[in-house]
């Protein structure tokens, strides 16, 4: 046995999108350090092993703070405003961002 071999089996981490505003960054701040836990996080994913890792009744509150449909607008317009989506976007000569998300709106109030 080589001496960089571990006794222990590595733990895998789970990454979750958790906020999507400088006050819900906060709200979940302030639910980690309430709960005495540990805030491990990227740009805007929390890094977690278990459940158990996580103050869960304060992350269901921001998720169910946010509809599923304004959830979906906003990933979408995060998608047009990467490189892949902008090659996209000049690809098939789409509309902007902000039109796209006009136009989902108008759709919307038509129904």
Known sequence: ???????EPLKSKTAMGAFRSASQLEQLKA?????????DMGKCCVHFESPDDLP???I???ISAISSEKWIEMYEQSRLKTKA????????????????????VD????R
């Open 60 to 62: 269901g509150k921001l």
């Open 107 to 110: 759709t919307k109030r038509r």
């Open 1 to 7: 046995m080589t001496a960089s071999r571990r006794s």
């Open 31 to 39: 639910a980690f350090k309430a709960a005495g836990k540990k805030l």
């Open 85 to 104: 989506g902008q090659a996209q976007r000049s690809k098939q000569g789409a509309p902007s961002a902000s039109k796209v998300a006009a136009k989902r």
């Open 56 to 58: 869960l009744e304060a």
